[in-house]
């Protein structure tokens, strides 16, 4: 039995296409339009859209300051966790295993409640006028950062050893032959994945909810206990998710498939 | 100031268990060329790399112009400055132009201002011949090009001492000349070189003294005329039996 693939029919090409056509995207999009009309269109999905959306704010803030702060966490916490010096090296595979050892939720917590407290001390600050948004940004940056870390160490060990050599040979440091030389080349690998774990801590950043910061997720909580709208809330909130995690993963792939051409 | 340049005194390296090299010691002076050759496994690349340390001796000491490379107090950075080296696989920075390649260490390491790293680095492309390629990137660049790069980075950092690990085993056979041209010019302007290579065209025309090595030691040092036509020791002549056949 021959499948209907195998058949070179004059219309395969257009047969191709049909199958290669990103139909989920369609699909998506169909569903983002329907919502965008019910809210347009729906008082009790109007009301609570424009109860929830000025959330936004809040939650591209602390995704954005928290990944910022991660980037920085994760790259220290990488380079650690390829030191040469033992110490050094154990104090960052500690930090990464003990972060992916506990759930997410957990960890907002455990650093909001347990870390920050004597971080604030340290610095001289009253833990008390520590807002639950700081605290949300320092959950998110230290758990994404070990997450972050293994993307970065993944990143510099993928650069050939001998660039390292070469740039060693001609009498620049560790420091200088990293930042000039292996770091540019391994942050052009691993940027998807960064994205990707950008978007993934958009999502995460609901979590944060628990600490009652004021973001999408809290204010569509809110509002669905006091309206008892929940279909309303939720609807609204999972389209604001996706709408914005859509429109980062298209972006990212255009950017990737540009990398890929210019490596080509 | 001694005449010797490098000084390689009892040198010894362990990876684990297996014993790289074995007792080497070998002395080269300002302005000599020297070729390093021997079986695949021999040593030959870690005794190189133990000159501007990139492997680090397992015991016995080098010296650079009198500079003791073991030493904690010697900051090698400086002693790299001034050995500059060719590998094998090029490894030319991919994301630099080819411009960058030969200016980033003279202005970090140098500290040489913009204009002069770029006057110097062309200086040194139009040496190796390819000034025209300074704003391509190196994948751009066929293997001989990339290799002449990559010699004219290391000079632009006007070394004393140039080291070569088989500069032109990754280069298609029509591109070997071209690479070996840039070297051979190098040696008549005096530069002190250690090359490892196979090449016995070059070895003839450029080096003083040829070393054998084998199994980790140093078998034989001599002139190529006579480590090449009259051997003294059976592994030598087995050796060059070997490649000669190729
Ligand atoms: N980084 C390393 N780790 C372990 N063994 C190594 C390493 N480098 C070289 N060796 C071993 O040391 C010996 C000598 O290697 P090398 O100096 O590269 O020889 P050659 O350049 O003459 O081919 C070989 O047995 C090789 O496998
Ligand atoms: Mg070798």
Redesign the interface.
Known sequence: MTGPEIQATPDSSWQNSWREFPWWLVAIFVFLALMGILIIRNPAYNDAFKFIFPGIQVTLYTTITAFAIALVLGLLAGLGRISRNTAVRNIAITYIEFIRGVPTLVLIFTVAFVLVPPISGALGVDNRVVSPNTRAIIALAVIYGAFLAEIFRAGIESI?K??M?????????YT?SMR??IL??AI?NISPALGNDFIAMLKDSSLVSVLAVRDITQLARLHAGSTFRFRESYLVLTFLYLAMTIILSLLLRWYEQRIGKDRG | MSDEIIIIDNLHKYFGSIEAVKAVNLQVKRGEVVVIVGPSGSGKSTVLRCI?H?EVPTSGAVYIDGVHLEDKQTDI?????????V?Q?F?????LTVLENVT??QR??RKRSKEEAEQIGMEQLRHVGIPEKASAYPRQLSGGQQQRV?IA??LA?QPKIMLFDEPTSALDPEMIKEVLDVMLQLAEEGMTMVVVTHEMGFARAAARRVVFMDNGQVVEIDTPQVLFDRPQHGRTKLFLSKILKH
């Open positions: 050939s001998g660039q050599e070469a740039a060693r040979s001609l009498g620049m440091t200088q000039y030389i540019p080349q052009r | 501007n990139l950075n400086k002693v790299r400055a001034e050995v500059g080296m590998f696989q490894n030319l920075f991919p994301h980033i260490a970090k390491v990559a980075r290391a950092m």
